[in-house]
Nanobody, 124 residues
Framework: QVQFVESGGGLVQPGGSLILSCAAS????????VGWFRQAPGKAREVVSC????????DYADFVKGRFTVSRDNAKNTVYLVMNSVKPGDTALYYC?????????????????WGQGTQVTVSS
C-alpha cells in the first residue's frame, strides 16, 4: 500500500522551531524529487522548498530562506523540513509532494504522491 504521511505539525510560538517529516511507504522516495508546500486559508498552495533526487540539491522560497532546512534520509524513506524562527505568517497546512523527476519544477498536477498535510500554527 502506497502512503506518504506528514507529521510533526502543531502549535508553536513565534521564534520557535518545528520539525516536519514526510515518510513514504510502498514506493522508493529516492527516485523522486520532493517538494514541501503550504496552503493558508483562502490562499493558493505555494512551494516552500525542494530537495532533488540524487545529490539532494535544495532550494527555498525567499520567505523561508535562512530559516527552514529541507533534508532527506533515503535509508528511512523520509524527507524532513526543519522550521526555525517561525513567524505567524508561516501558519498553514504543510504538504509534501513527490515528483518522479530530478527536480521539483513541474506543475502540481504532475506530482505523483501527496501527503495528507500537517497543520502548523504559529501563535503566542
Amino acid at each position: 500500500q502506497v502512503q506518504f504521511v506528514e507529521s510533526g505539525g502543531g502549535l508553536v510560538q513565534p521564534g520557535g522551531s518545528l520539525i516536519l517529516s514526510c515518510a513514504a511507504s510502498g514506493f522508493t522516495l529516492d527516485s523522486f524529487a520532493v517538494g514541501w508546500f503550504r496552503q493558508a486559508p483562502g490562499k493558493a498552495r505555494e512551494v516552500v522548498s525542494c530537495i532533488s533526487r540524487g545529490d539532494g540539491t535544495t532550494d527555498y522560497a525567499d520567505f523561508v530562506k535562512g530559516r527552514f532546512t529541507v533534508s532527506r534520509d533515503n535509508a528511512k524513506n523520509t524527507v524532513y523540513l526543519v522550521m526555525n524562527s517561525v513567524k505567524p505568517g508561516d501558519t498553514a497546512l504543510y504538504y509534501c509532494g513527490a515528483l518522479r523527476s530530478s527536480w521539483c519544477g513541474g506543475p502540481l498536477r504532475e506530482y505523483e504522491y501527496w501527503g495528507q498535510g500537517t497543520q502548523v500554527t504559529v501563535s503566542s
